[in-house]
C-alpha cells in the first residue's frame, strides 16, 4: 500500500501550489487566517443570534445577546484552548516548570491548537452563566446558541486546511493531497475540508431552516440536540479519514477510535436523548388554561 501511495504522491495534488498562506503579512505581524477564521465566525454568529431574538418566542432580550457575545467568545477561547491541552497535548500543562518555551505555546491561540469539545465546555458555562444573572430559561438560550455555532465551525476547519495542518490519513483518492508539514512526503485525506463540510455547511443547512421555517424553537432542548447529534456525528465520521495527532497516535492504535471519536460519542447519545425528550414534550404555548367554572 504503501509503494502505491508513493508512486502516486507525484500525481498528488500539492497543498504548496494552490497559492495558499496561513496569514496576511502586514510588516510587523503576521496576521493569520486562523485567528480570522475565529473573528468571523463569532461576528457572524452574534449577528445571527441578533436577528434570532427578534423574532416571536425569543427567550431572551438584545441585552442578553450582547452579554452571551462576550462571555461565550471568552469560553471558545479559554475552553477551546485549555481543551486542547487537557484532551490532546498535556505536555502544555506539564512542561510549564520544565521549559519556558512550552508555557508559551499554550498561549499561541494563532498558531492553531482548539477543542472543540472544549470549546462547548466553555460556551456552556458561558451560557450557564448569563442564563442564572439573566434569569432566563438555561436550555432554550442553549437552542439559540447552537443555531449559531455552524459559521465558526465551518471557517474554523477551512482555518486549518490553509494553514495546511491536521491533515488526513495516507490514501490514493484522485483528491488526495500532499501537505508540506508532512515528513512521510505522503498523498492524504484532505480531512479540514471533510471536517468543514460535515461540522460546518451542513450544520449550517440544517440548523438555519429548522429555526426559521419549523417551529423547533417551540420544543426546548429540539435545536440544541439537533446541532449536538450533528456535530458529533459529522466528527465521528471525519475521524476515520483524519491522522491522529502525533501525541496520541499510540492511544489510536490501542484503543481502536481517535481521542475525538471517544470524546464525540457520549455526546451522541446525549444529543439523540435530549432531542427525544424534546419531541415527547409539548411545545410551548399548546397548553391551554382550564376553562373557567
Not at 35 to 50: K, R
Request: proline share 6%; net charge neutral.
Amino acid at each position: 500500500m504503501l509503494d502505491l501511495l508513493t508512486t502516486g504522491a507525484t500525481e498528488a495534488i500539492r497543498w504548496e501550489e494552490l497559492g495558499l498562506r496561513p496569514g496576511i503579512d502586514l510588516g510587523l505581524f503576521t496576521l493569520r487566517f486562523y485567528s480570522l477564521a475565529y473573528l468571523a465566525g463569532i461576528l457572524l454568529g452574534y449577528w445571527h443570534l441578533s436577528k434570532m431574538v427578534r423574532a416571536p418566542g425569543s427567550p431572551m432580550a438584545q441585552r442578553h445577546a450582547d452579554d452571551l457575545f462576550f462571555w461565550c467568545t471568552l469560553g471558545i477561547i479559554l475552553g477551546g484552548r485549555l481543551g486542547y491541552a487537557a484532551f490532546y497535548q498535556p505536555a502544555l500543562f506539564t512542561g510549564w516548570s520544565a521549559d519556558e518555551a512550552v508555557a508559551w505555546d499554550l498561549l499561541r491561540l494563532w498558531d492553531g491548537g482548539m477543542s472543540f469539545h472544549g470549546g462547548l465546555i466553555g460556551v456552556t458555562l458561558a451560557i450557564a452563566w448569563v442564563s442564572w444573572r439573566g434569569h432566563l430559561s438555561f436550555l432554550r438560550v442553549c437552542d439559540y446558541i447552537a443555531v449559531n455555532v455552524g459559521f465558526g465551525m465551518l471557517f474554523g476547519r477551512l482555518a486549518n486546511f490553509i494553514n495546511g495542518e491536521l491533515w488526513g490519513r495516507p490514501t490514493d483518492v484522485p483528491w488526495a493531497m500532499i501537505f508540506p508539514g508532512d515528513p512521510t512526503g505522503l498523498p492524504r485525506h484532505p480531512s479540514q475540508l471533510y471536517e468543514a463540510a460535515l461540522e460546518g455547511a451542513l450544520v449550517i443547512a440544517v440548523m438555519l431552516p429548522l429555526f426559521w421555517k419549523t417551529r423547533a424553537r417551540w420544543r426546548p432542548g429540539l435545536l440544541v440536540g439537533t446541532f449536538a447529534a450533528l456535530v458529533s456525528g459529522g466528527r465521528f465520521v471525519a475521524e476515520f479519514f483524519r491522522e491522529p495527532d502525533s501525541q496520541l497516535a499510540a492511544f489510536a492504535r490501542e484503543s481502536g477510535l481517535n481521542m475525538g471519536q471517544w470524546l464525540s460519542l457520549p455526546l451522541i447519545v446525549a444529543s439523540l436523548a435530549l432531542i427525544a425528550w424534546a419531541l415527547r414534550r409539548p411545545p410551548l404555548g399548546s397548553q391551554r388554561a382550564p376553562a373557567p367554572a
